[in-house]
């Protein structure tokens, strides 16, 4: 494994554990395309780690993410661009969920403060959640004339019911800790500053178990748990794609910014 992917993502290793933080220090370290490739490449990287065996993930000190970067230029001006290209790019969050979901090892995302939209999507593509008590989920997505994308749909939909993933997105509430645990979005709450700790105690706990099991056990859950995902949102980039161009999207993404 490589200590820095990009300018933002560093990868620190003890053990067989890995803590990977995403923290690009500026607009609230929402994920721009760099930081998206970045943390594709390590999970790449990760998948091969024989000798790690739990990651946990994390985001800035302050806010685990602003969800994607509305204001990143290679996300948006692509007007002459191929639709082949377009489509490989709008792929990305989908893809990046995707390999996180599929690594063999134990991941655990470490939530401080927000995460908004296509991080809380990478949050759910990890096995399990912890969240500081004064952080929330929010999903604006659809006020912004986006689909929900990356896959959380089916994850969402697999932990928390259909009722509860239409309420989360269509009224994009903010859900605090406590309630992302009722629901069953999170599996821990951690003091502020602490979801790293409490993160790394759980990946210690399930660190004990020998490598070759845990690998089994979890890919035996995902093969049931997942095995009608990806049919759900095999279309996720061309909703995506739809939705930005479209002219209500521009006006509610104007609408939001202009607020923001």
């Known amino acids: 494994m490589k ?6 993502v560093t990868v620190k290793t003890s053990g067989q554990h890995a803590l990977v933080r995403f923290d690009r220090g500026v607009n609230r370290n929402a994920l721009d395309q760099d930081t998206i490739l970045a943390l594709t490449s390590v999970a790449h990287d990760l998948a091969d780690a024989l000798d790690i065996q739990t990651v946990v993930l994390t985001g800035a000190k302050d806010i685990f993410s602003a969800g994607i970067d509305l204001k990143d230029p290679k996300k948006w001006e692509e007007a002459e ?19 996180w979901e599929e690594l063999p090892q134990i991941t655990i995302a470490a939530i401080e403060g927000a995460a908004v939209g296509g991080s809380a999507a990478l949050a759910l593509a990890c096995d399990w959640r912890v969240m500081a008590n004064n952080g929330f989920i929010y ?21 928390i019911g259909a009722a509860r993933t239409k309420r989360a997105i269509l009224l994009a509430e903010r859900l605090p800790a406590a309630t992302a645990l009722e629901w069953g979005l999170i599996d821990a709450i951690a003091e502020p500053e602490g979801a790293v700790e409490v993160a790394q105690e759980l990946a210690a706990r399930s660190g004990e178990t020998p490598a070759a099991i845990l690998r089994m056990t979890k890919e035996a859950v995902n093969a049931h748990a997942t095995a009608l995902h990806k049919l759900g949102i095999y279309m996720d980039a061309d909703q995506a794609l ?6 209500e999207g521009a006006s509610a993404r104007a609408k939001f910014m202009g607020k923001s």
Request: charged share 25%; aromatic share 4%; glycine share 10%.
């Open 81 to 99: 661009t191929a639709l082949l290209d377009r489509r490989n790019v709008a792929q990305r969050g989908a893809r990046l969920c995707r390999l």
């Open 242 to 247: 739809v939705c930005r161009d479209s002219t």
């Open 139 to 159: 999903l604006p997505e659809a006020k912004v004339g986006l689909n929900m994308g990356w896959g959380a749909i089916p994850r969402m939909t697999s932990l």
């Open 3 to 8: 200590r820095k992917y990009g300018k933002a």
